[in-house]
């Protein structure tokens, strides 16, 4: 059974500072990692995903990832209040998608 | 972008009871998932549905569990009988393809069990 652990649980950082979330995974399976965010009373809702070792980047977003040692990193540049939210690191286990506990960000003007 | 509704929002309900959480996938999505969430706890897996059937299931999918989707309509989950520990936010999503294809959520229906 797929193990997915994240860290730090909860982080309190400045309005544009630089973000960065952990994710640690018990199997490298070959597929496509997700972030999701979820904000309170809603459903998560899917932001990056990555496939390959190294790095991709969307927008103010950019994700790392390394199979061999079983991590994979999001960083959310220049943060905004409206990033607070949870954070959730997912990843594939035979049909289905396993998710981490979660990073709870607040953004604070 | 795409919407995957549930209704209703928030259901109470007495321990024994039957109870039926309903779903709205995207239209044109041929997997469905329903996720459990306790308050402040971690989103777990506990069924999917492919071509009318359950492809995988978790521990937490109890005999007392069922889901299905007649004709194409509702994707439902389905408890009878109700146990106190089944109070949670339940989580239906949906994707085009399997695993690692994105899943799109729906924004939950909280499930009270007195």
């Known amino acids: 059974q797929e193990k997915v652990q994240q860290s730090p649980e909860s982080l309190i950082v400045p309005e544009g500072a630089m973000v960065s979330l952990n994710c640690s995974f018990s199997?490298?399976?070959?597929?496509s990692i997700w972030w999701y965010q979820q904000h309170p009373g809603k459903g998560p809702k899917a932001l990056i995903?990555?496939?390959?070792?190294g790095n991709k980047k969307e927008g103010r977003l950019t994700v790392y990832l390394n199979r061999a040692s079983l991590h994979v990193s999001l960083h959310i540049k220049d943060s905004q209040p409206s990033d607070s939210a949870v954070y959730l690191c997912?990843?594939?286990?035979?049909?289905?998608?396993?998710f981490g506990q979660g990073t709870s960000l607040s953004v604070v003007p | 972008g795409p919407k995957v509704l549930q209704i209703p929002s928030h259901q109470i309900i007495d321990m024994g009871q039957m109870v039926t959480l309903n779903c709205d996938p995207v239209?044109?999505?041929?997997?469905f998932y329903w996720y459990k969430q306790i308050l402040g706890q971690q989103m777990e897996f506990l069924v999917n549905?492919?071509?009318?059937?359950?492809?995988?299931k978790s521990k937490l999918f109890k005999d007392q569990f069922s889901v299905e989707r007649p004709d194409g309509s509702y994707f439902t989950l389905k408890i009878q009988p109700t146990a106190l520990e089944d109070s949670a936010v339940y989580f239906c999503?949906?994707?085009?393809?399997?695993?690692?294809?994105?899943?799109?959520f729906g924004h939950g229906t909280k499930l009270s069990v007195l």
């Open positions: 999503a949906s994707s085009l393809g399997r695993r690692s294809e994105r899943l799109f």
């Open positions: 199997d490298s399976a070959s597929q």
């Open positions: 995903s990555i496939f390959s070792n």
């Open positions: 997912a990843v594939p286990s035979f049909s289905k998608l396993v």
């Open positions: 239209s044109n999505h041929l997997y």
């Open positions: 549905f492919y071509n009318g059937k359950v492809m995988e």
